[in-house]
Nanobody, 126 residues
């Protein structure tokens, strides 16, 4: 049984930083595309950052490029999202997600991700 457990969310002032963690059980973080999505109230879930199989050349949403960094620790089987220079528009529930099998669509197609964590709230105040 696959379990993804996020942690590290919280409330921070604009310009601050947070690091999210996603501990995986029953799933190897390096085995397929794995990443972070977010959903703000009244908005659709959007892809934030994803590491493809092999760990090279992560994908980032344009809105977070240069501010967020996704990484993985294979020994700890954990995925991370370092978020710097946070803005109020980054406020959302952040979800860890993992794919299974082959998918030829876009990296940020949420339906392509089979496993999801419960989410961790990030609130950025101005």
């Amino acid at each position: 049984q696959v379990q993804l457990v996020e942690s590290g969310g919280g409330s921070v002032q604009a310009g601050g930083a947070l690091r999210l963690s996603c501990a995986a059980a029953g799933y190897a973080v390096s085995s397929n595309y794995m990443g972070w999505f977010r959903q703000a109230p009244g908005k659709e879930r959007e892809g934030v950052a994803v590491i493809p199989y092999g760990g090279d050349d992560p994908f980032y949403a344009d809105s977070v490029k240069g501010r967020f960094t996704i990484s993985q620790d294979n020994a700890k089987n954990t995925l991370y999202l370092q978020m710097n220079s946070l803005k109020p528009e980054d406020t959302a529930m952040y979800y860890c997600a993992a794919r299974e099998g082959f998918y030829s669509g876009r990296w940020n197609d949420a339906p392509a991700y089979k496993y999801w964590g419960q989410g961790t709230q990030v609130t950025v105040t101005s």
